[in-house]
């Protein structure tokens, strides 16, 4: 069981990452300015910032 267990919790924490971003992450990756996570979680009706869920998002060009 125990062979079992380490690949399946492998897989789960990889789907994580893949799945969930911070606003705050994602605001200072693409505008190189963590304020703007507020432009990202208005303009997508994000419930929590701290859990942005990977599709495709609206973004502000300015």
Known sequence: MKTDANPDIATRL???EKTVLPAL???AKWYDNAARETDITRLNAVNHPGFVPVQPLRVPAR
């Open 25 to 27: 992450v994602l605001a």
């Open 14 to 16: 990889a789907q994580v």
